[in-house]
């Protein structure tokens, strides 16, 4: 059987897998998921699900979100899946970074980002702008924990620091789990909760086997989800132990390697 008639759903990353450097989806993405109705499209991100349902505007209705790297599935309006931090758990990782004037913290509510006035710095402003489309700010996180149900945590560093506050972690209690999701950002889930457990919830719903799903990932974020499908893709501008499990190596995401790779499966006899 040829891989084409194989694939009956494809999982992909967003920043550094799916759209450019510039956050652009590539101009053919709608086009080719109305096209291709035999194969369900998911978008799994580290990004809230309702920044992405914006995005894709009205091709949205046609895909599935895994939103705050696997803290909720959603789609058409519904929650398939969601997985919160308890409050204390929340209380937990705002101490860890309480010290570091690197570090911006956000609590991911599922309505809404629970965070600092970023009080002119345009950076991070940007970052917010571009990933936490509906936010409000507070004046103290901690009282807020309780606020929302808190499917993520996470942190935004300057200057790609991330990587560096990532490996000075202390170990994390056995109910959460720390992941490097970019060059910027470090987040902090429920154990439970990563995109290959998420991928696999969707799987048992659409009632799929491994090997009918495909996965496209840049970073430590995406390293379940290509584990869990039976056909996987890093990028070529991804992180070297992600490409190192990957089955295959996509061109860059600044060359649409998605689209690449998707019309040479299923558009090339």
């Not at 059987?1 to 989806?25: C, F, R, Y």
């Not at 096209?35 to 046609?62: C, W």
């Not at 058409?76 to 308890?86: H, I, S």
């Not at 969707?202 to 970073?219: C, M, P, S």
Request: charged share 25%; aromatic share 10%.
């Amino acid at each position: 059987m040829k891989l084409k008639d194989q694939i009956k759903l494809i999982a992909t990353d967003m920043d550094g897998t799916l759209v450019n450097d510039a956050k652009e989806v590539p101009a053919s993405f709608d086009q080719w998921v109305l096209d291709h109705p035999q194969v369900q499209m998911v978008i799994a991100s580290g990004r809230p699900y309702y920044t992405n349902e914006k995005l894709f505007g009205k091709i949205a209705e046609h895909l599935i979100f895994i939103g705050d790297n696997g803290g909720v599935i959603y789609q058409n309006g519904k929650f398939l899946y969601e997985q919160a931090l308890t409050a204390d758990e929340a209380l937990f990782c705002l101490k860890l970074f309480e010290d570091n004037p690197s570090a911006s913290p956000i609590l991911c509510g599922a309505s809404q980002a629970i965070c600092y006035d970023p009080k002119g710095d345009e950076e991070l402003s940007r970052q917010l702008d571009t990933y936490y489309i509906k936010r409000r700010y507070v004046k103290q996180l901690e009282a807020e924990v309780a606020s929302d149900k808190i499917i993520k945590f996470t942190v935004y560093f300057k200057n790609q620091g991330a990587e560096e506050a990532y490996r000075k972690l202390p170990p994390m209690p056995e109910n959460l789990t720390a992941v490097l999701a970019g060059a910027d950002w470090i987040d902090i889930v429920n154990k439970q909760v990563s995109k290959g457990a998420a991928l696999r919830q969707i799987e048992r719903l659409k009632g799929l086997k491994r090997e009918e799903t495909l996965a496209f990932g840049d970073y430590l974020n995406d390293y379940t989800m290509l584990q869990e499908a039976g056909h996987s893709y890093a990028m070529v501008n991804g992180h070297p132990d992600l490409k190192a499990i990957a089955d295959h190596i996509a061109p860059s995401n600044n060359d649409e390697g998605v689209m690449q790779v998707l019309k040479a499966i299923f558009d090339q006899d």
